[in-house]
């Protein structure tokens, strides 16, 4: 089992950037982990994603090219960087972790993730 807890976040004008960080308990060599986001009234979803040894990743559209996944497994912490921030990336934002015993595979479906961060607020203003 791993908890994670994330950090990082807070309020931004549009434009701005910020890096969120996801710190877990135990070591996350053994999972592929992700990014999700839920803003208020909508359901929680998919933003990015990262393979164990964080070769691979894969980002929503709506984040493309704006939004960087990245992983550390010597400190156990998954990032999310993040630049060109728009008013309609405000949500809360969860750090995942799934189990998997590939290392090519990271996940887009919330019901892969086993663990869950207990998020972290984001604020983007126009």
């Known amino acids: 089992q791993v908890q994670l807890v994330e950090s990082g976040g807070g309020l931004v004008q549009a434009g701005g950037s910020l890096r969120l960080s996801c710190a877990a308990s135990?070591?996350?060599?053994?999972?592929?982990m992700g990014w999700f986001r839920q803003a208020p009234g909508k359901e929680r979803e998919f933003v990015a994603a990262i393979t164990r040894s964080g070769g691979s990743t894969y980002s929503a559209d709506s984040v493309k090219g704006r939004f960087t996944i990245s992983r550390d497994n010597a400190k156990n912490t998954v990032y999310l960087q993040m630049n060109s921030l728009k008013p309609e990336d405000t949500a809360v934002y969860y750090c995942a972790a799934a189990i998997t015993y590939s290392s090519a595979s990271y996940y887009l479906n919330r019901r892969d993730y086993r663990y869950w961060g207990q998020g972290t607020q984001v604020t983007v203003s126009s």
């Open positions: 135990g070591r996350i060599s053994s999972y592929a």
